[in-house]
Nanobody, 117 residues
Framework: VQLQASGGGLVQAGGSLRLSCAGS????????MGWYRQAPGKQRALVAR???????GYADSVRGRFTISRDNAKNTVFLQMDSLKPEDTAVYYC????????????WGQGTLVTVSS
């Protein structure tokens, strides 16, 4: 499975960005997709996830502001980020979860999101 993330950039606080993650390869083996982020000096943390059936989950810090969705026909997952805050600044990574091994097994390259105050 290969994941290609895109859509990062520089935005002012209160603005919006949409990240995309296009998947290819053995997509049928994937049970969930997610977005992680890593800010400077901090550990990588799960921001949002969506299962193959469409169930979503969010970190408390982004719930109500971020929306994860998927286009199964295009094997693409999106992260709509609204009301962005400077503390959302981080490198964002898309990832794929395989229940067979119980792990986020595949990772895309990171895309940098910078929110200016």
């Amino acid at each position: 499975v290969q994941l290609q993330a895109s859509g990062g950039g520089l935005v002012q606080a209160g603005g919006s960005l949409r990240l995309s993650c296009a998947g290819s390869g053995s997509i049928f083996s994937i049970n969930a997709m997610g977005w992680y982020r890593q800010a400077p000096g901090k550990q990588r943390a799960l921001v949002a996830r969506i299962t193959s059936s469409g169930t979503t989950g969010y970190a408390d810090s982004v719930r109500g502001r971020f929306t994860i969705s998927r286009d199964n026909a295009k094997n693409t997952v999106f992260l709509q980020m609204d009301s962005l805050k400077p503390e959302d600044t981080a490198v964002y990574y898309c990832a794929a979860y395989r229940a067979a091994i119980g792990a986020w097994d595949y990772w895309g390259q990171g895309t940098l999101v910078t929110v200016s105050s």
